[in-house]
C-alpha cells in the first residue's frame, strides 16, 4: 500500500530556472511531511521538512508547500544549479510513529 | 557530525546463505528504522524500533528475515535464507521521538544475492 506517492520518476531543467517536485499522499492522519536528497552511493540526507499545521516553509533556496485538501506537497528549488542534481524523496509521518517513502523523482539540472 | 554507521557497505553472497546487516545508530536517537531501497517502491519501510522494542515489522517477510537491537548502539537486519530477489540496497535510519525531529540515514549496505 504506498501511502505516499511520486508520480514523476525523473525531472530535467535548466541551470538558474525553478525546480517543482511533486508528492501526493493518501493518508489524511499524515502531521509531518519532509523532503530527503539522495546522491549515489550515499544515504539521503535531510532537506526540508513541514508540519501539517503550516502550509509553506522555506529555507533558502528549498520552499515546501502544502495542500492538505488535495493531500498534495510539493518541493521547489530556485533557483536550481547543477549540485542540485539527486534523486529527492518525499516522505510521511503520523504521530511520530514510522516515516513513509516515496518512490523518488530523480532531478537533473543542466548546466 | 555524528553519522549512523552501516557495515559492510557491500556484501556479495550466493543464495541459501545467511547475510546479517548492522547499523549503530547515532547517540541518544531513540528510534532506529530499516529500509530497503527498490527501483520501484523507492525506499520501502521493512521495520522499526523504538527504545529498542521492535514497533512494526510488517514489511518483513517474517520467514527469513529478522531484526534486533541488542544493545542501544546496535541493530542487525538478518536474511535467512537469502535469495536472489533480495539483492537491493538497506538502509538503516536513527531518530528522536518527541517533537518534529527528521530521521539521519546511513550510507547503506548493497547487498548482491547469486
Not at chain 2, 554507521?5 to 550466493?14: A, G, I
Request: contains cysteine; proline residues 6%; charged residues 20%.
Amino acid at each position: 500500500d504506498q501511502q505516499v506517492k511520486q508520480n514523476s520518476p525523473s525531472l530535467s531543467v535548466q541551470e538558474g530556472r525553478i525546480s517543482i517536485l511533486n508528492c501526493d499522499y493518501t493518508n489524511s492522519m499524515f502531521d509531518y511531511f519532509l523532503w530527503y536528497k539522495k546522491y549515489p552511493a550515499e544515504g539521503p540526507t535531510f532537506l526540508i521538512s513541514i508540519s501539517s499545521i503550516k502550509d509553506k516553509n522555506e529555507d533558502g533556496r528549498f520552499t515546501v508547500f502544502l495542500n492538505k485538501s488535495a493531500k498534495h506537497l510539493s518541493l521547489h528549488i530556485v533557483p536550481s544549479q547543477p549540485g542540485d542534481s539527486a534523486v529527492y524523496f518525499c516522505a510521511a509521518r503520523v504521530n511520530n510513529n514510522d516515516m513513509r517513502f516515496g518512490a523518488g523523482t530523480r532531478l537533473t539540472v543542466k548546466p | 557530525d555524528a553519522r549512523v554507521t552501516q557495515t559492510p557497505r557491500h556484501k556479495v553472497t550466493e543464495m541459501g546463505q545467511e547475510v546479517t546487516m548492522r547499523c549503530q545508530p547515532i547517540l541518544g536517537h531513540n528510534t532506529v528504522f530499516w529500509y530497503r531501497q527498490t527501483m520501484m517502491q523507492g525506499l520501502e519501510l521493512l521495520a522499526y524500533f523504538r527504545n529498542r522494542a521492535p514497533l512494526d515489522d510488517s514489511g518483513m517477510p517474517k520467514d527469513r528475515f529478522s531484526a534486533e537491537m541488542p544493545d542501544a548502539t546496535l541493530a542487525t537486519l538478518k536474511i535467512q535464507p537469502s535469495e536472489p530477489r533480495d539483492s537491493a540496497v538497506y538502509f538503516c535510519a536513527s531518530g528522536r521521538t518527541g517533537g518534529n525531529s527528521p530521521l539521519h540515514f546511513g550510507n547503506g549496505t548493497r547487498l548482491t544475492v547469486t
